[in-house]
């Protein structure tokens, strides 16, 4: 049984891309699954008989088929598998659900790893995954004698680079019969629908991971963390919302990247940093997820509160930097993991806004988001409002790491070199503004030593102009100006 219900697509209001790509491949699934013998029970969203839940859905197909049991995947958010324990009561049925399979590590085998840890580093949870699943691994250790070539993938943008294009395809009739509906039905939601070139079958998403492997995983370590304008695709794989909806498995895309370095037609920095977002961090994230809900997502470490302002929906502002990566994720309901990050992530960090409204945000506006990844990577990791669960540090950069990982600098009306006044890159301003007034909350943590005793040996009349400077920029933001 499937089911394209309301309550599903509207608890925040997705990208409507993001909608295409998962009521089209709901559909091709279902197809697939009605040629290989199987019964399928599916709605629509325009049924006339839809009741808008998946529980409404579930009770109508129990009082029609009178089922001894309702089986089910664990859901990937929290408080939908809420709401399916509450259904056998409701039902007056056995409801069981299964463990979602489609990861290689368990909810009770990374709780059985963070048990005796004081803190919950990747990096070690990572090295443990890759003995257990023998991923870059010889006999006398990890390939290549050390276990992270991070330090090796952090090149700045080449403007001449010429970025080999990423997968594309043309809607069939049911991607279009979906794309009229979610224009018909959702003409409100964030982003563009036009055009649409995501793969959403098992093969087309196979396809685009082949292309990946031969095109771009050479040159993906060295280019995974620059942006250039123009270029929103770069060297990433483009293939997360395809392992998050199911279309790809980790351990095929995984053995895959693998075998192109054992073939000697990609680099151990690159496959080994691209194994690192599958085996390490995507498998960290999720459980970290399922470890700490319910109170993980409430938790506000900074009392960060400030609303989120019109510009991530309009990107109307001066700076280029967050006008090209809103841009780009309203044209693509896609942006790679360093516009996320340490542009988009890094301003809600500085700005000090609100992680509830933040994070529902980054929820909607990208295709491959679903609770449990979007979560801890972006209250964690972009605005360490767990307090240090996920990240040993907050991620704060000043304009001096945008303009040397990208070419937006060079077109934007600030300056990343100037520091105070009406024309310096707010980020320079917004960033010492941030450690200045959470000194008490920072001050301790070892990896911002650096940072402190910079602040502390800023002139009064400097530290000044850094407050005046913030204070006038984020009441413009918090007035509707353009900033």
Known sequence: MMAEVCEEATYV????????????????????????????????????DNRGSLYGEIKKAADCFSPDEVVVTAPGEFRLLEEIRGWSKQLGLPVSILEDDRFLASQSEFAKWAADRKSLRMEYFYRDMRKKWSVLMEPHGPTGGQWNFDADNRK????????????????????????????????????????????????????????????????????????????????????????????????????????????????????????????????????LYWLKMPAYKTSNFLDASRDLPDLFWTAE???????????????????????????????????????????????????DAYEWVE?????????????????????????????????????????????????????????????????ARLRSNSRMGFAFRTLERMSPQKLNAVRDDAKRFLRALENGEKV
């Open 13 to 48: 209001r997705h990208h409507k891309k993001k909608l295409v790509f998962v009521f089209s491949a709901m559909r091709h699934f279902a197809e697939q699954l009605a040629t290989e013998g199987l019964t399928i029970h599916y709605t629509k969203y325009d049924d006339a």
């Open 156 to 287: 700045a943008p080449d403007p001449t680079l010429k970025v080999p294009p990423t997968y594309t395809c043309d809607p069939d009739d049911i991607t279009l019969e979906v794309i009229s509906l979610v224009e018909r039905v959702f003409p409100k939601h964030f982003g563009d629908i036009h055009p649409f070139n995501y793969a959403v079958t098992r093969s087309g998403a196979l396809d685009a991971l082949e292309l990946f492997i031969r095109d771009r995983l050479p040159g993906f370590g060295d280019w995974q963390d620059a942006m250039l304008q123009g270029e929103p695709w770069m060297y990433h794989s483009h293939i997360a919302l395809y392992l998050n909806s199911g279309l790809l498995e980790p351990l095929e895309c995984i053995q895959r990247a693998e075998a192109a370095y054992r073939q000697g037609s990609a680099p151990l920095n690159a496959v080994e940093g691209f194994i690192r977002q599958i085996l390490g961090w995507r498998e960290y994230v999720r459980c």
């Open 317 to 367: 502002t001066r700076m280029n930097c967050m006008r090209q990566s809103v841009l780009e994720t309203q044209q693509n309901a896609y942006a790679h993991h360093i516009q996320r990050l340490m542009v988009l992530g890094n301003f809600a960090l500085l700005a000090g806004l609100d992680p509830q409204q933040v994070g529902d945000w980054f929820l909607l506006v990208y295709a």
């Open 375 to 439: 979560l801890p990577n972006v209250h964690g990791m972009a605005l360490f409002a767990d307090g240090g669960v996920l990240a040993s540090k907050p991620y704060a950069a000043s304009g001096s790491y945008i303009n040397k990982m990208s070419n937006y600098c060079a077109q934007c009306s600030y300056s990343a070199s100037v520091k105070n006044g009406a024309k310096a890159c707010p980020f320079n301003f917004l960033y010492w503004d941030f450690i200045d007034r959470n000194a």
